[in-house]
């Protein structure tokens, strides 16, 4: 038996599993995916990019914590 034999996925065992997944993350995951697939279309490993029209998801922005003027000493 090899390594590759026994399947090591356990979605279930995630701190993470079944909550809701911001929109900064599925920004972040799309464009990586975007950049990659304008990378293997511009060297030809691809002939289309199925993600060229896809718009951008528009990540939440949270404000940060303004410290007081006595903080910042």
């Known amino acids: ?10 979605p ?9 997944i911001s929109k900064t ?3 972040n995951y ?3 995916i ?5 990378y293997l279309y511009q060297e030809q490993v691809i002939y289309t990019n199925p993600l060229k029209n896809v718009k951008n998801v528009k990540p939440e922005r949270k404000m940060k914590v303004m410290l007081e003027d006595n903080e910042l000493k």
């Open 34 to 38: 975007k950049v990659f697939l304008a």
């Open 12 to 20: 279930k065992a995630r701190e993470d599993f079944g909550k809701k």
């Open 25 to 27: 993350t599925i920004a």
């Open 30 to 32: 799309t464009h990586n």
């Open 1 to 10: 038996m090899t390594v590759a034999d026994k399947p090591n996925n356990n």
